[in-house]
């Protein structure tokens, strides 16, 4: 974890606002994941935040990818590139899953020459896959309960179990292999409860479509969802990976493998966002401060991740309820209307706020002319002898 004096060093030389990645976070979160979930193997989400050095980092670490669009598969696919040709052409599914159910045709045309691995929920998919990109094996993605996630996934995607076996036999039928069962429980899933009931739902499809004569299936993918420690109310990740691990065991043979697609479990806790107070008011009693990044930008995930972000001053003095506002001239631009702050900082000071490496510089814009915060990676590894920081700026 990177200490308050370091940040602070940080952004004297860089500048803010800046949004701060700590690779050697992510590195113990991937090792982690591994630890506790030995059986399954990590597709990082892309989404969750797609800097190639991330990507980078995670790739040496062993990771592999789940991507959803041409550009982030060919931010995956660079450092595939880097691979003997044999192993290129044979790792593509140990190192990438096309995890959007809907991808458009001209996608699954540029995606049929590395033989992917993508998923599907209907059947004009099924169509569309058959004819732009017969090679690709396929994962059905099912519906499952999302209860209690903070962010919802299951009324855009997934096929009902009632049509899970149909779907599968459709596409068989049509001549691809299906070659088994993906899921997602819903962002930031603290209801461990949904991964149990996931992986039972899967299974029961597996028998299902064993009963019904296909019995090639030998993946499952278990998706995202696996929460970050934002407070105390999170259970531990040890916790939710017993619970993971016994249901596996007891209902898929070692020879099913196991997939996961975490982003936010990555990426969350690795980054770090700095702004400076450019203006102060009071208003109806309370100090309002009005800083360099907002909601258009490192903070977008208070809007399309339903993500509260906590500030805090490197000054300490005596808090008091503060309102924090972005940059923009949106009324929509408001970080926190009550936020725990020293109520006497003056402009020029900085405020920041960890853990906000998911789903907040990722869906960053340049609304209104204020362009996304500054990109400081820093990754003590590169450099095991001189503690190095690369610096990646917009
Ligand atoms: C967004 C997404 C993920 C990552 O979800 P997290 O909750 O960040 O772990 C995984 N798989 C799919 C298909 C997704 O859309």
């Avoid at 990590?42 to 041409?70: H, N, R």
Wanted: proline content about 6%; hydrophobic content about 40%.
């Amino acid at each position: 974890m990177l200490s308050e004096k370091q940040l602070q060093k940080l952004a004297f030389q860089h500048g803010t606002p800046i949004f701060i990645v700590d690779h050697d976070e992510i590195r113990r979160n991937y090792a982690e994941f591994k630890k506790h979930l030995p059986r399954v193997q990590a597709y990082y989400a892309v989404k969750a935040e797609p800097l190639p050095e991330i990507v980078k980092t995670l790739f040496d670490a062993g990771a592999s990818f789940d991507v959803a669009s041409m550009p982030e598969f060919d931010i995956v696919y660079e450092n595939i590139k880097g691979m003997p040709d044999k192993r290129r052409q044979d790792w593509i599914w140990d190192k990438i899953i096309y995890a959007n159910p809907i991808k458009p045709n001209e996608t699954l045309r540029e995606l049929d020459a590395y033989k992917p691995l993508v998923t599907y929920d209907n059947a004009e998919e099924i169509r569309k896959i058959k004819k732009y990109a017969p090679n690709a094996g396929l994962a059905l993605r099912i519906r499952v309960p999302n209860t209690g996630a903070m962010v919802e996934l299951s009324s855009k995607f997934g096929a009902a179990s009632g049509e899970a076996v149909d779907l599968i036999l459709e596409a068989v039928k049509s001549g691809l292999v299906v070659e088994g069962l993906s899921f997602h429980v819903g962002s930031q899933t603290t209801n461990f409860e949904n991964f149990v009931q996931a992986i039972n739902l899967a299974a029961d499809i597996f028998r299902e479509a064993g009963d019904r004569g296909y019995k090639k299936m030998n993946l499952l993918d278990i998706g995202g969802g696996f929460p970050a420690p934002y407070d105390e109310s999170v259970k531990p990740f040890k916790i939710l990976a017993q619970r993971i691990n016994a249901e596996l065991d007891r209902l898929f043979p070692k020879e099913v493998e196991i997939l996961a697609e975490p982003g936010r479990f990555m990426i969350a806790t690795a980054a770090t966002s700095i702004v400076k107070i450019n203006g102060k008011a009071v208003r109806d009693g309370k100090v309002c401060y009005y800083v360099n990044d907002g909601v258009y930008h490192t903070y977008s995930g208070i809007i399309f991740d339903h993500c509260h972000y906590h500030l805090k001053s490197f000054r300490k003095g005596p808090e008091r309820i503060c309102g924090v506002f972005g940059p923009t001239c949106d009324a929509l631009d408001v970080i926190s209307m009550s936020e725990n702050l020293p109520s006497d900082l003056d402009l020029g000071e900085l405020l920041y706020s960890p853990n906000i490496g998911a789903y907040s510089h990722a869906s960053s814009t340049s609304f209104n002319g204020f362009p996304p915060a500054k990109v400081v990676h820093v990754n003590y590894k590169t450099s095991p002898t001189k503690k190095e920081t690369l610096v990646r700026s917009y």
